[in-house]
């Protein structure tokens, strides 16, 4: 047979790895026709809608639902009392602590739920609330870890034996009652001993503050009890569809495959959406009192005020150095806000998450880290916003002490970093606080971020600026942001990562069509990543069809292979690699069918882009969809009819994109305005799948970042009451605050991934707050600044200045 097209055209046609193919779930989405949550009506259903305490601790005397009840419409109001038959008034937490479903007893945070209104509609619902009467009996309000850790008040009453004394938690003793886990990694005494015997030793103290994500798309679900066939369909904006139906059936008792779990298009999760919330399973337990299906939508100020959030870690650091600038010892001491209940989404190995990543991408000798968890009067959580499970306070962290240590030694920190960076032929390289890093080119990257921005003549031009500043010719100062991070991203594997005991491996199942298309399965869920476009990419590329004849499906438990869902970065580095494992099973028997089919053996055909051929024989092939046709219409001898394929997926390690990021800054002194002006972004994530979806992360990355290190907060006053619930109060950036970002990447592929690929999603996030914060704070650093905490919105700039002299 002659080849009508050329083997450049084959390729291209396949759309497959390096192919910068259009999100095919746009088409969709910006056409009005996603289907999200609260898209879904169904026949009879009813909406809830939550009682939630304005106080922040408060005991609960009494509850008193007869007004709501009188209220045409109102269907059923939930308590506590209602739930404890069921053994439903608590839920275990996914990391290892209990929380109460609706407040038992007592609340421990503004916003908690206290009751379940169930009603005709959601106007109707929000009536009823008003007139649900709750009365409180407050408590002494307690909002900083330092003083929770000092304090007689006691938050979990559940957490203290009668006789007074305190139970261990999830991770071992506690030391007060409102303490949850102390957590350590590296040598203490052998990092005390370098540093105190130190030529060069910097100091610092941050808090990075409680942030919260926000999606565009609230937290919610439908939960629908057929109790004539015992089924229970749950829709819900879940990032872990299966590990919520475990859940769901280990807490119901309902049988596993009675429950189906189904995630609809998510409209951005962001960490918001690992979590269990109340809303979930009062929304099941209303629709099987009631025998309808039942809906729960929060709102905006809900979903700010009461689910997960970020951050809140109280940091304390040394780092030591000779006076040549070789670090020789790193100190962490972290004292982290959970606020009322530990609700984090971490691994049970790792309560601090992979904090333990706090020797960034430095070579340290020696480095400790201890973790305190403490209870406040603030909403749970803790794994949310591309965080990868802590990463970004660690990044933060180091990248904050490396420009520390810049100014005790005098030294540009660009220079500092040069000095102290992994070298190439180090990897794999086990750091001190335990991790094997795969692969990684830092100073390559380094060399490239510095050139392509001119670092130098940054430097001189800040200089300049910097006299010019002093001679009263300007009013406006200069910062040059620098930060350079590694991620760990991908958990797994199994081995080391389990959340509640459910392992971390990731899955895809394929099944090929007679005609040459194909569906593909998968045990992760895209919430906006592009998934629907970038896993048939690999699979294109593996199978040699077109990605535009492959379907990939996820979020649905009743057809997607079991999987631990999308957060950490994990799709990639863990199901995108089942995709590829799974895909190589479709070649192999294709590569039968094909010798069959052709009349040789197996080992004189091969592979190549969308065909068998035979060895040196190019004209004589078999396609990949000619296989297909005949894996089910021809009866070949020893094989069973069929084309598809299951591959279950254990990472052997995370992967460790890394990558270089400078942010070049004015500042006017006077207003604390910062103006950006340039912004470069060098990202490796190892084999690029698709470089235009790769840019959109990382251009919504970096502005998630800036939000964070210029204005975001979820903040508190002394009382407990959320001051930022509203878009009013918290900054989400717009058009108008971001700058035009300039993407670049160097590629490191990982030696342990089928494809060499490693997550993305989280990296622009985690290299970007440093960066900006490190902008503002070098602007300053010719005046005599350290460190001043995040975040850095106009009036604490304008603080800033202010305590450095520079309005007088
Ligand atoms: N990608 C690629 N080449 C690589 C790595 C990734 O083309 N070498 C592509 C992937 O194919 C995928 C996307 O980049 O389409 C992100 O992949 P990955 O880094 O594996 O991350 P996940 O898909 O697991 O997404 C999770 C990550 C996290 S944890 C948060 S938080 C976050 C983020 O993704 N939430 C998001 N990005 C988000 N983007 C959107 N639009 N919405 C969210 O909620
Ligand atoms: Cu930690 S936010 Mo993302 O992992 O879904």
Redesign the pocket.
């Known amino acids: 047979m002659k080849d009508e097209i050329s083997r450049e055209e084959r390729v291209a046609g396949l759309k497959g790895l390096g192919c910068s193919r259009k999100r095919v779930e746009d088409a969709r989405f910006t056409q009005g026709k996603g289907n999200y949550v609260d898209d879904i009506k169904l026949p009879g259903m009813l909406h809830g809608d939550f009682v939630r305490s304005p106080y922040a601790h408060a005991r609960i005397k009494s509850i008193n639902i007869d007004a709501a009840m009188a209220l045409p419409g109102v269907t059923a109001v939930l308590t506590a009392k209602d739930l404890e038959p069921l053994g439903l008034h608590w839920m275990p937490t996914l990391a290892g602590d209990k929380q109460m479903v609706l407040a038992d007893g007592k609340v421990l945070f503004q916003g908690q739920e206290v009751a379940f209104v169930v009603a005709s509609d959601r106007y109707v619902a929000a009536d009823a609330v008003e007139l649900v009467e709750v009365d409180y009996e407050e408590l002494e309000v307690i909002v900083d870890p330092f003083k929770s850790l000092q304090s007689d008040v006691v938050l979990r009453e559940d957490l203290v034996a009668d006789d007074g004394s305190i139970p261990n938690g999830a991770h071992g003793p506690r030391k007060h009652p409102n303490h949850i886990f102390t957590w350590e990694a590296g040598e203490e005494e052998a990092t005390n001993q370098v540093i105190d015997n130190a030529a060069v030793v910097a100091e610092a103290e941050m808090y990075y503050h409680r942030t919260h994500p926000c999606p565009l798309e609230t937290c919610g679900s439908v939960a629908s009890m057929d109790k004539v066939n015992g089924k229970l369909t749950l829709w819900g904006t879940f ?1 872990a569809p299966h590990v919520v139906r475990t859940v769901a059936s280990l807490l119901s008792g309902i049988e596993e495959h009675n429950i189906r779990v189904v995630s609809p298009d998510i409209g951005g ?3 918001n959406k ?1 979590g269990v919330y109340p809303g979930y399973i009062c929304s099941i337990v209303a629709s099987i009192v009631t025998g309808v299906p039942v809906k729960w939508v929060e709102d905006r100020m809900e979903n700010l005020m009461s689910t997960a959030f970020a951050r809140d870690y109280w940091m304390k650091g040394k780092i030591s150095a000779t006076k040549e600038g070789k670090i020789t010892g790193l100190h962490c001491h972290v004292t982290a806000d959970h606020g009322a209940f530990d609700a984090c989404a971490d691994p049970t190995k790792f309560p601090a998450g992979f904090m333990n990543i706090c020797t960034g991408s430095y070579d340290i000798p020696v480095a400790y880290l201890g973790v305190d968890g403490v209870y406040t009067n603030k909403a749970p959580g803790g ?7 802590r990463v970004t306070e660690a990044v933060y962290f180091i990248e904050r002490m490396i420009e520390v240590l810049a100014i005790e030694l005098n030294m540009d920190p660009a220079e500092l970093r040069s000095i102290n960076f992994i070298k190439k032929e180090q990897f794999p390289y086990t750091a001190a606080l335990g991790w094997e890093y795969d692969s990684g080119d830092y100073q390559t990257a380094w060399d490239k971020a510095l050139k392509a921005v001119d670092y130098k003549g940054l430097r001189a031009e800040q200089a300049e600026r910097v006299e010019a500043f002093k001679r009263g010719e300007t009013r406006k100062v200069m910062g040059i942001g620098l930060s350079f991070f590694t991620e760990i991203v991908g958990a797994g594997p199994v081995k080391n990562c389990d959340i509640l005991g459910m392992g971390m491996f990731d899955s895809c199942e394929i099944r090929i069509h007679p005609t040459g298309s194909a569906v593909a399965r998968l045990g992760t869920i895209s919430q906006g990543q592009g998934h629907a476009t970038t896993f048939a990419q690999i699979l294109a590329t593996e199978i040699g069809l077109s990605a535009e004849s492959i379907t990939i499906e996820e979020g649905d438990t009743d057809t997607a292979p079991y999987g631990l869902g ?4 994990r799709s990639t580095p863990v199901a995108g690699a089942a995709a590829a494992m799974a895909g190589r099973k479709i070649r192999a028997k294709a590569q039968m069918i094909a010798a069959y089919l052709l009349e040789v053996h197996d080992n004189d055909v091969e592979f190549d882009v969308d065909r068998f051929v035979v060895k040196g024989v190019p004209e004589r092939f078999k396609t990949m969809k000619e296989i297909a046709y005949a894996a089910y219409n021809q009866a070949i001898p020893g094989l069973e009819p069929g084309l598809e394929a299951v591959s279950y997926y254990d990472p052997p390690n995370m992967t460790y994109p890394f990558g270089a990021y400078v942010c070049v800054m004015d500042i006017d002194v006077d207003t604390g305005v910062p103006e950006i002006r340039r912004f470069y972004a060098l990202d490796d994530c190892g084999t690029r799948i698709n470089p235009m979806v790769i840019e959109g992360q990382i251009h919504g990355g970096l502005t998630e970042a800036l939000a964070v290190a210029l204005g975001q907060e979820i903040a508190y006053d002394d009382m407990g009451n959320v001051k930022t619930a509203t878009l009013m109060d918290f900054f989400l950036p717009t058009a108008w605050e971001v700058p035009n970002y300039e993407t670049d990447f160097t590629v490191t592929p990982s030696p342990h991934h089928p494809i060499g690929a490693k997550g993305v999603g ?1 990296s622009p996030h985690v290299g970007g707050v440093p960066c900006f914060s490190n902008a503002v704070q070098d602007a300053f650093r010719p005046f005599g600044n350290r460190h001043t905490n995040m975040p850095h919105d106009h009036w604490r700039i304008w603080q800033t200045a202010n305590n450095l002299g520079m309005h007088d």
């Open positions: 990032q999760g962001f960490g690992v794994v949310s916003y591309r965080c990868s499970f999308t957060y950490g970065s989280e």
